[in-house]
């Protein structure tokens, strides 16, 4: 049997699954091979006159323990933080993993 298959990457998914949930959600995907492989999506807010970081989505990093369908999400701002997990439940029930929310910094990241 002769035929195309398409696919998207998961970090592309995901980004774009984050993007749907807020119109002021921004989310890129990054990967880094070395010197473990990490593959981490980062989600900002956008508007206003700055943008914030407010989290880092990990796929993979075994450093952190995200690998397989465990993920990592890294919280920047308490302020952050119930907004985050709200995200990360919807998460959860899309991509059928599980998301350990952890506050990093009390501060949010100002880009």
Aim: charged residues 20%; proline residues 2%.
């Amino acid at each position: 049997m002769n035929g195309v298959t398409v696919s998207e990457e998961l970090l592309i998914r995901v980004s774009r699954f984050i993007r749907a949930q807020n119109a002021l959600y921004m989310a890129y995907e990054a990967t880094f091979p070395r010197p473990t492989t990490t593959r981490v999506v980062h989600v900002c807010l956008t508007g206003g006159r700055a943008d914030a970081k407010i989290a880092e989505l990990f796929v993979e990093d075994k450093k952190i323990g995200a690998s397989g369908t465990n993920w990592v999400m890294h919280v920047f701002g308490r302020d952050s933080m119930a907004e985050c997990t709200q995200l990360a439940q919807k998460i959860v029930a899309e991509f059928s993993v599980n998301v350990h929310v952890s506050l990093e910094d009390e501060a949010t990241v100002w880009l």
